[in-house]
């Protein structure tokens, strides 16, 4: 069974910078795509970014221009880079593996983001 592992949460504070991994234990490209979702307390779990096989990138227009995913196939890693983080972004972000319409996705354990201000 294919693993996904997050890990690089922690304290920060407002304005501070992240950067998320998530390795995988088998290929990121046996995924249709890659993502990182977030799910704060009391709040549904929503898209942060998502990165396509093909290497389409999406991203939640309310974190556009201060984060960034990537990818390192070589080391099936798939990375979050944010920045200008704000309280409000403090969640457990989750590494999210999409197999397609047929097959359940693999999710992570999560890694807890806290911003504080």
């Known amino acids: 069974q294919v693993q996904l592992a997050e890990s690089g949460g922690g304290l920060v504070q407002a304005g501070g910078s992240l950067k998320l991994s998530c390795v995988v234990s088998?290929?990121?490209?046996?995924?249709?795509?890659m993502g990182w979702y977030r799910q704060a307390p009391g709040k549904q779990r929503e898209l942060v970014a998502r990165v396509t096989n093909g290497g389409i990138i999406d991203y939640a227009d309310s974190l556009k221009g201060r984060v960034t995913i990537s990818r390192d196939t070589g080391k099936n890693t798939v990375y979050l880079q944010m920045s200008s983080l704000k309280p409000e972004d403090t969640a457990v972000y989750y590494c999210?593996?999409?197999?397609?319409?047929?097959?359940?996705?693999?999710w992570g354990q999560g890694t807890q983001v806290t911003v504080s201000s």
């Open positions: 999210n593996g999409d197999r397609g319409p047929h097959l359940r996705s693999l």
């Open positions: 088998g290929s990121i490209l046996s995924f249709n795509a």
